[in-house]
């Protein structure tokens, strides 16, 4: 079995020996939140489940114990990409990381491996199929372990939205290695999917620590979709003309369409899904992660465990999956706290395709139970006049008690209307067409547009026909649309005719009265940005990477990033891995003079400092004396 893995040392010695890590490694002065309790807890020796927000510092939690603790840290990590970037941002900071994977050849693997029996090595990220052969475990058996980083823990869960079977396996940790602790930490999780994370893993005695799921930088927009492209290209145009973000897409193909548009478009996007090759898919996503500005146009395949900083975006061009997949994917958008964009576009399509799944799946009761509740939670947000983000923190059980004053619906008031009469039209026209029609024939018919296929049917000669003539044909698809997400109206997943409801009936009596949202008119000329009043942009709150740039500091700090720029290009590695932009914009506005100065910047450990701090300081001498 393994070594016995000791801390350093007890107690409050142990958690200033944290704290002098944070400073001298990751050059941060002070710890966030419930970093320094997570930290302290695992220091002695305790098991946690941390639930803590995408750029919340998760993965402080277990990298300060790892260089604190004897032994080597295991991190258990699901993608490559995420292994390979925190092992070039710890290398960058003097730390001893490395990983194993498929991409490392048996030479280098050997010598890794020799490096972890010898406590040569700090952390060491691991795939969770490659943890479970009988070659690693030998390995780690022979080696003293200092922990167990479970990483994007929400992918043991069943009820998660990212499950892999390979997590399950993980259960064996608890009883093979009893005296080693053990962290599972995971930005997304419901109270059902915490309950399955707990159980899988047998963390029944581990310490739970959750955070604010909040964050409060970013901006929620859920689009009505009308003209989808030329919404999405105005909202980039008028938000985002040179910014890195992600667009999202159900299908291969539409990325595909989608990246090559906007490329027409004179902005540049790349594909990425798992259609194409392994070499290119690398490729495009090492350009998003090194190039400024590009926009990655994706499936969900791509993303996880992304930590670029600087994106300033996330679109969704399709529904996703659920509130949970929702959460991870717009939180990938302003990791580094200054303000960005949750974009949805969101129509009836969507709203058909989700209860046609609900309806389709053939998935045990207790596993459709739950699908459809999440789900129908997916649309009840899309539609909510409600501020968004308590309607999202709402979903995890977390209470917001103002409204964020940072969403479209808090930005921009919702009209809401009394569709009682108009809704008793819409599904009197489902009722005497035979529920067998969708929303075009039975918009026609409620409009009185005799054409081919009304006629045909005979569907001019039925009481409904014209009844509805003075609404647009856009206003009915947003009725049919509310009535849909709201359950009064299923599709029928074969013929994909619409279909009346149980919960129909109260409101064609007239028994219930039905309050529904207008749609705006004028989607794709309105203000996309209006008044932020959110707590992220208060000066007194917003991080230094928020501060707007202006004049001299502008200038320098532009001059400095084609500095950082080069010096990536020189080491091969994304550029915010020499320095965040945070770092970068105190150093245009503090313009240290001294290595000094330069060491009390955030972000500047003792290896930064080593490394860059003369190049830096030469570089803004220069251009203060240009």
């Known amino acids: ?244 973000g992600i667009i999202y897409c159900m299908s291969r193909n539409k990325v595909d369409d989608t990246a090559a548009w906007l490329t027409g478009q004179g902005r540049e996007a790349l594909p990425y899904h798992a259609g194409l090759p392994a070499a290119i898919r690398q490729s495009h996503q090492d350009r998003f992660l090194r190039a400024d500005g590009l926009v990655m146009v994706a499936t969900i395949a791509f993303g996880m465990g992304i930590d670029k900083p600087d994106v300033r975006f996330v679109a969704h061009l399709d529904l996703p999956k659920s509130l949970e997949a929702y959460y991870q994917e717009t939180g990938r958008a302003g990791r580094d706290g200054a303000p960005a964009d949750a974009w949805m576009a969101y129509g009836m399509a969507d709203v058909v395709l989700v209860r046609q799944l609900l309806d389709a799946s053939a998935a045990p009761d207790a596993h459709k139970h739950a699908e459809r509740a999440k789900l129908e939670a997916l649309l009840g947000y899309c539609e909510t006049p409600r501020c968004r983000r308590q309607t999202l923190l709402g979903y995890f059980g977390e209470t917001l008690a103002e409204p964020c004053g940072n969403c479209d619906t808090c930005l921009e008031r919702v009209d809401m209307w009394d569709a009682s009469v108009a809704a008793q039209m819409a599904l009197a026209a489902v009722y005497r067409t035979g529920e067998r029609f969708g929303a075009g024939h039975l918009i026609d018919v409620l409009r009185g547009e005799a054409g081919e296929k009304v006629l045909r049917c005979g569907h001019d000669r039925i009481k409904t026909f014209g009844v509805g003539a003075e609404r647009s044909k856009r206003e009915w698809q947003g009725i049919y649309r509310q009535l849909i997400a709201l359950g009064l109206v299923s599709v029928d997943s074969e013929t994909h005719g619409f279909r009346l409801t149980d919960a129909a009936i109260p409101v064609m009596k007239g028994q219930q009265p039905l309050l529904l949202r207008r749609d705006p008119q004028a989607d794709t000329s309105r203000a996309l940005g209006g008044a932020r009043r959110s707590r992220s942009t208060d000066p007194t709150t917003a991080p230094a990477s928020a501060a707007p740039m202006a004049g001299a500091a502008a200038t320098l700090f532009e001059s400095l990033r084609a500095v950082r720029a080069d010096l990536a290009k020189e080491q091969g590695v994304p550029a915010y891995v020499i320095f965040h932009d945070t770092t970068l914009k105190e150093m245009a506005v503090k313009r240290p003079a001294d290595r000094a100065a330069f060491a009390g910047l955030t972000g500047v450990g003792s290896s930064k400092l080593e490394r860059y701090a003369d190049i830096f300081l030469t570089a803004i001498r220069r251009l203060e004396g240009a």
């Open 1 to 244: 079995m393994a070594l016995v893995a000791g801390r350093a040392v007890a107690g409050r010695a142990g958690d200033e020996q944290a704290r002098a890590v944070l400073r001298s490694v990751f050059g941060f002065h002070a710890f966030r939140g419930p970093q320094a309790d997570i930290i302290s807890h695992v220091l002695d020796g305790g098991d946690a489940l941390v639930l803590m927000p995408t750029g919340g510092g998760k993965s402080l939690c277990y990298q300060i114990p790892a260089l604190v603790r004897a032994g080597v840290a295991v991190v258990v990590s699901p993608l490559i990409a995420l292994m390979r970037d925190q092992v070039e941002s710890l290398r960058q900071l003097g730390v001893r990381a490395a990983y194993l994977n498929s991409t490392v050849d048996w030479r280098e693997a050997d010598q890794i491996e020799r490096a972890v029996e010898a406590g040569s090595l700090d952390l060491l990220y691991v795939a969770p199929e490659r943890l479970v052969t009988p070659r690693c475990l030998d390995l780690f058996d022979r080696s003293r372990l200092a922990l167990f980083a479970l990483d994007e823990a929400h992918c043991v869960s069943q009820w998660g939205h990212d499950f892999r079977p390979e997590y399950l396996q993980l259960s064996f940790l608890h009883e093979r290695y009893p005296h080693v602790p053990r962290l599972a930490l995971t930005a997304t999780a419901d109270h059902r999917t915490r309950a399955d994370i707990i159980r899988q893993l047998r963390l029944e005695r581990a310490r739970v620590f959750i955070t604010s799921f909040d964050r409060p930088n970013i901006t929620y927009r859920v689009t009505v979709k009308d003209n989808p492209r030329q919404q999405l290209l105005t909202f980039l145009r008028d938000r985002h003309p040179r910014a890195a």
